[in-house]
């Protein structure tokens, strides 16, 4: 367990009516740590991502960020959402609006900077992120590759603690999923604490401190990459493995 967690679920359990999605998840994120959830389909990986930055309730546990509870609704809970970043499989970009509005609108509305301040600020994470010369473009002008590393400037943007992932790679044809990973590298090695669902084993191997695989709801293994990708302890896990490395 990390020794000052950023994030922190203790106990955590979530249901969806008589289905019980999460069970007994105990996982603690430290500061510039990256962890790479992986496993099958349905096993909560998604939902876990949900719950850390509150989009979805659970019914026992606790998490915290930075040492506190989540909050539950009104101005605290929004000023959450913008210190957990969530860059989800599909892009979710404003199509009526410019990259650089994009990146720049919640900048105004939500942290409350002045326009000029937020569209520097947007240029300056556009050039890190290798699209500073489609700042005036509208998103349905660019690469599925593209538009996600706008999706990942504009929640950088917010300046947050930590950024949630969700297989932000799967929808992409494969020529791009590389220039995606490149900038989640970058990141990783700038020292943000990122959790991310991937099923990109390079990126795991090269990027994560640690591989949280679930089964079933719950974490069966969190442990160094290494040590998982050779020498996995869970028959579930050594199933998954030799499906997805078949491919
Ligand atoms: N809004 C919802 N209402 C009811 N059940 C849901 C809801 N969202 C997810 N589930 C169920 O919860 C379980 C976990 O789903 P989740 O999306 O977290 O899995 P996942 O590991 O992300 O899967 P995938 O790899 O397919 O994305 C699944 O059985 C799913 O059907
Ligand atoms: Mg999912």
């Known amino acids: 367990m990390a020794v000052d967690p950023l994030i922190e679920l203790q106990g955590v359990n979530k249901y969806y009516g008589e289905l019980h999605v999460l069970k007994d998840i105990d996982l603690a994120v430290g500061r510039g740590e990256v962890v790479v959830v992986i496993g099958p389909s349905g096993s909560g990986k998604s939902t876990l991502c949900r719950t850390i930055n509150r989009l979805e309730t659970v019914q026992s546990g606790t998490i915290t960020l930075d040492g506190r509870p989540l909050p539950e609704e009104g101005k605290a809970l929004a000023r959450l959402r913008a210190e957990v970043g969530m860059v989800f499989q599909s892009f979710n970009l404003f199509a009526h609006k410019t990259v650089l509005q994009n990146v720049s609108l919640a900048q105004v509305k939500v942290r409350g900077r002045k326009r000029d301040e937020a569209d520097r600020r947007s ?67 700038d020292g943000m604490t990122m959790v991310v669902v991937t099923h990109e084993m390079g990126f795991a191997r090269a990027s994560a401190n640690r591989v949280v695989f679930m089964a079933d709801g719950r974490i069966v293994e969190d442990r160094a990459p290494e040590e998982f990708f050779t020498d996995p302890r869970s028959e579930r896990a050594k199933d998954f493995l030799s499906k997805i490395l078949k491919h």
Not at 130 to 143: D, F, N, T, W
Not at 172 to 177: A, K, R, S, T, Y
């Open 123 to 189: 240029r300056e994470l556009l050039e890190r992120v290798g699209l500073r010369a489609h700042a005036a473009k509208y998103p349905a002008q660019l690469s599925g590759g593209q538009q996600q590393r706008v999706a990942i400037a504009r929640a950088l943007a917010m300046e947050p603690k930590a950024m949630l992932f969700d297989e932000p790679t799967s929808a992409l044809d494969p020529e791009m999923i590389n220039e995606v990973l490149e900038v989640m590298r970058q990141l990783a090695r």
